[in-house]
């Protein structure tokens, strides 16, 4: 009698292991063992274009089974789990490099001549720097079960076998967002290993550990279908290979590799082969294809660029503002190691450095403030910092002034907090000095009283402070300033040399301080004529002040023919100059009124006046050429 379908009804030949009108299964997972070519002959694999669109379809989230019925390739789970640790730290398993085995590691497979065979899988980025080592079974056409996450950024994975033996993995059988996948080993060695074949729930099952340990494997409840396997969820402490009647039907993944992985799958315990054998099963997705899906368009795919080693610092710098925009496509957790944010803030700090003693300028401009901002990471703003005050450029000091401010308590301890701030300290310090350089006093005042504020604590703008007080003549205020000690031993110079010129100035209190340019043999002086500001050269030996035309002319005062001469005498000349009353005229405090002045504008220095003997005779004076003071005592 031929068997009707259980789910349409349809009649189909008694050996139908699926239902030639729906596709359903006929019975349960246990007949499937005995005609493995005809349970897979309905399946997508089998059409390039059905392989196509198997790799690559949506996931959907996949259903549990209370028993092992006859189970099609599922859709894989996407779920994302953040708890999933990094992947196992290289440290902590061995190097295959520093292995040493007398004889290739196989071991006897169970109820077979054939052997088991177990190497070392190392993953490798693309600079050739270890990801990760762990054991793995292949199969005899070199078949290994590998997590996504031991993937994850790598550009090579090679599989060692004792000294000798050795093969690669470029491609294997993967779906997108799997926890696990079948990848392949070349060169494969199928006389000193045991075929893939799917697991039977009916046949006796063993596991074999790498060191040849072989016990029974009893299967569990909680089946649940991932992909083309079946996971049991089992805690497991080393990893195993299942085998079946001469074939590997399966691998145990220990509790230290586990965690939640993509789809909420925990890797610990048994995935079952639900697929085709291994001799009819192709590779459908590369190595390069696998990472390309998981980090194209996401921001870890901005980090690998940074980390190329062969694009120079300043283009891999500017790489940060496309990085920092692009969507965090995989959990922190599951961002591998060596691309994950410490590493990308340990390649930024490199770089950035290189730029010290060599090119700040540049280097402080290849970071935008943005990247910087988006950082958030104290070491790397000290090291830009320092660029800006190695440059010592005023727009670049600037930029890292008004950057930083806010970035500074973004530092978690308290010693970081501190150097940042005596460094945006130093920073301001050298914006003052950037503006007396340019010859923009006005704005050096501006920073120095600002400073004082920000940074009440900083001896250096407290001592600049001090200078500007004793410019301005505010003793009282610069003696404030200066009376205590500083702890910086090359301060101490600085500080010395302006309480000598607080005391200098002290001595001086009486009488009218006059400033010209130290050490000129010319003393050049602003006076106020009424309420006009004049400017005059000091001359001692000049018997009469003199004024130009044009300042009479903007005083308002006419000359004609009544106006009363003088004879002025020169070396080569004589001739008669105009003389008139001046209003007061008002030195710095020093006041003279009734001064007829000799109308003249003196040879190359147009506008310019003399201040003679007529004013000057009215003050007992000290010049100090040195200094540049002139002190005026009244008589």
Partial sequence: MRPQCPSCDSFNEPEALHCNQCGQPMEGIGQHSKNPAGRWSWLPWTLPLGVAAWLWLPALKDEESEAPPVIPPAEPNLKQDSSRPRFQSPDKDPDPALLEFDEPQETLGVNTGGRARWGWLQMQDPAGLSLGVSAGAISAEGWVVLPRKDLLGAAEIVFRQGRPGSGQIRSGFYRIGDPVGLWKVKPADSAASLPLAAYDPELQTWGIEPDGTTREWLSQSGWKVVGSFLHIPEPVSTAEVLVQDGAVVGWLLPDERSSESAGGQGLAGAWLWNGPPGDELSEI?????????????????????????????????????????????????????????????????????????????????????????????????????????????????????????????????????????????????????????????????????????????????????????????????????????????????????????????????????????????VIEATALVGNLPVDFL??????????????IQQLGITLDGRTQQRRIRTASDEFMAPVVELPAINLDGAVVSGIQATVLDLPGQPGVGLLGLDFLSNFRLDIDIERGWLLLEPR
Avoid: C
């Avoid at 496509?329 to 290189?354: A, F, G, H, K, T």
């Avoid at 000091?538 to 044009?550: F, K, R």
């Fill in 285 to 521: 997705a590369t190595l390069a294809d696998f990472q390309q899906s998981e980090f194209a368009g996401g921001v870890v795919e901005g980090y690998r660029q940074i980390f190329d080693n062969d694009l120079e610092d300043l283009p891999a710098l500017s790489l940060l503002d496309i990085a920092r925009i692009r969507p965090l496509r995989l959990s922190e957790e599951e961002i591998p190691q060596i691309y994950d944010r410490d590493s990308l803030l340990v390649n930024v700090r490199d770089r950035l450095s290189n730029g010290l003693g060599r090119d700040p300028l540049n280097y402080f401009w290849g970071i935008s403030a943005d990247s910087l901002r988006w950082l958030q990471d104290p070491l790397t703003t000290r090291i830009w910092m320092a660029l800006a005050l190695e440059s010592g450029d005023i727009d670049s000091l600037r930029l890292a002034i008004d950057t930083t401010s806010d970035l500074v308590f973004a530092a978690a301890q308290p010693q970081a907090l501190k150097d940042l701030e005596d460094l945006l300290a130093e920073l301001w310090v050298a914006g003052i000095e950037a503006y007396r350089k340019a010859g923009d006093q006005g704005l050096a005042h501006q920073w120095i009283e600002q400073g004082r504020i920000r940074y009440p604590g900083n001896d250096t703008l407290r001592l600049l402070d001090g200078e500007r007080l004793l410019d301005n003549g505010a003793l009282t205020a610069a003696e404030v300033a200066l009376e205590q000690p500083v702890l910086k031993a090359d301060l101490i110079p600085f500080r010395d040399s302006l309480l000598k010129r607080l005391k200098a100035e002290r001595s001086i209190e009486g009488r009218i301080l006059v400033r010209f340019t130290p050490g000129s043999p």
């Fill in 538 to 551: 000091v001359d001692t030996g000049a018997t009469s002040t003199t004024i130009p035309h044009s300042v």
